[in-house]
């Protein structure tokens, strides 16, 4: 039986310090060991944080949906509890996803500033094609 001066195990600390290194190592690893792509350079490092992201977004949102019909058929706020977390996370994930990793791809893929809406000045390796907004002509 516990008592009430029993003090909660110190597992937290190790998980999180075990996270927390895996973590750094991960985006150390990503800076230092990731190929260069040929053409989008630097920015297509993003692509491998920018992915799992939106797909944790997918997940986090999938489960705040059976959870919410959990709690809808049994009635236990518990399922509520869970639906909450998972929403919270899944939105998270979803707006940095969209928000920070996409719009950097998306510039240095396109040579269009987002941000401003005006094209940038190409790179001398990208390859040459038509000017942004540009209409090919029909093919009939």
């Known amino acids: 039986m516990a008592t009430a001066d029993a003090k909660p195990p110190k597992s937290g600390f190790l998980l999180n310090g075990s996270v927390l290194t895996l973590l750094l190592a991960a985006i150390l690893a990503l800076c230092l060991f ?14 491998y944080v920018h992915v799992a992201v939106a797909w944790l977004g997918l997940l986090g ?10 709690y809808l058929a049994r009635r236990d706020l518990s399922w509520d509890q869970w639906a909450q977390s998972a929403a919270e996370l899944g939105w998270l994930c979803c707006g940095s996803a969209r928000g920070n ?7 240095s893929c396109s040579n269009a500033d987002w941000r ?12 040459r094609s038509r000017p942004f907004g540009e209409r090919s002509k029909p093919w009939f």
């Open 61 to 70: 949102l999938l489960t705040m949906a059976a959870a919410g019909a959990m």
């Open 101 to 107: 990793a996409g719009c950097c791809e998306a510039t």
């Open 34 to 47: 990731a190929p260069t792509e040929e053409t989008m350079g630097d920015a297509q490092r993003i692509v």
């Open 116 to 127: 401003r809406g005006r094209t940038r000045t190409r790179p001398a390796r990208m390859p």
